[in-house]
Each structure stands twice: as C-alpha cells, then as structure tokens.
C-alpha cells in the first residue's frame, strides 16, 4: 500500500467514498482535472446513490443493481489514487500525515503502518448508527452501507424471517 505524490505537493486526501466523498472529488475535478488526489475508504469505493438502500429490498433489487461504477472505475475515471480496505488509524496534522493500515491484514498484531502526506485532507466518512445496547447484536441490523445491505439481503433469503423495520 503505497501512494506516490509529487514532491511539492502531497494533493489532497479525502477519507471516505460515500456520497460525500465522490461528491467533493467531483466537485474538484469541475475546477481542476489535475491535482492530485487520494482516496483513502474501508471498502471497495464503489459509487451509488445511498438513499436507494433504503427502497431496494421493496424494489427486488441486489446489491449489484446499485452500484453505478466500480471503485476501481469511478477513480480511473477521475484521475484519483484510490487505496481501497484501507484504514487510517491515526491523523497527525502538524506533519500533515495520515497513518494507515490494509482493512483486510492477516495479521493485526504484526502490520506494518503506511504513511501518506497531505496538503488538503477532506474527513468524509458519513454516519454511524448507534446500536441499541438492550437489543441482541445478532438480530439487530443497520442498513447504512451497500455490503451490510448485501448481508441482509442474503440472511433473509435463507428462509422466512419476521422482520419489524425502525
């Protein structure tokens, strides 16, 4: 996990790539198709409209049907660095540095930190629902994101399921 900037300018990193995060990648490119940026996430990247998880299941629709574009092709297409499963665990903002980690290390005991510099550094990491303490985790789930919805996509087609939506 590398990122390689020019050494007068780090560009910009931005952590996150939900709505927000392509959002203000795209907003960049509208001024300036050349700087430099990162985008630093925890999952795949991958680019579609947030709100339609929550229409989806009543729809019949699968993960699948909304993505829009591929992480991989949303960042080629923007010109963006993308360091996809990828952690930041520490923000040092004196020597502008991002420490971060690989989401899927096989070893979290032994890893070794990366370290990315910034000029510009965008926090774009949306919302974490807060989970009912008086409610078993198992059968509790958020739709906030396209893999849990994935997830629960695939638990209710192992059988009938009574489910009460909040």
Do not use: C
């Not at 960049?28 to 989806?56: E, F, G, Q």
């Not at 997830?151 to 209710?156: A, C, T």
């Amino acid at each position: 996990m590398s990122a390689e900037h020019s050494s007068t300018s780090k560009g910009i990193v931005i952590v996150g790539a939900g709505l927000a995060g392509w959002h203000v990648i795209d907003a960049i490119r509208a001024k300036d198709k050349d700087i430099a940026i990162t985008l630093v996430t925890t999952d795949s990247a991958d680019r579609y409209h947030k709100p339609m998880l929550t229409m989806a299941i009543s729809q019949n629709k699968r993960a699948s049907d909304l993505v829009r574009a591929t992480g991989s092709d949303a960042a080629k297409n923007a010109n963006v660095n993308l360091l996809a499963n990828t952690q930041v665990s520490d923000i040092d903002s004196a020597s502008q540095q991002l420490h971060l980690i690989s989401a899927t290390r096989s070893d979290p005991a032994n890893v070794d930190y990366a370290t990315i510099g910034y000029d510009k550094l965008v926090l774009a990491m949306g919302a974490h629902p807060i989970f009912p303490q008086s409610l078993p985790e198992d059968l509790v789930w958020h739709v906030n994101h396209i893999e849990r919805f994935g997830q629960l996509q695939e638990k209710l087609a192992t059988g009938s399921q009574h489910v009460a939506i909040v």
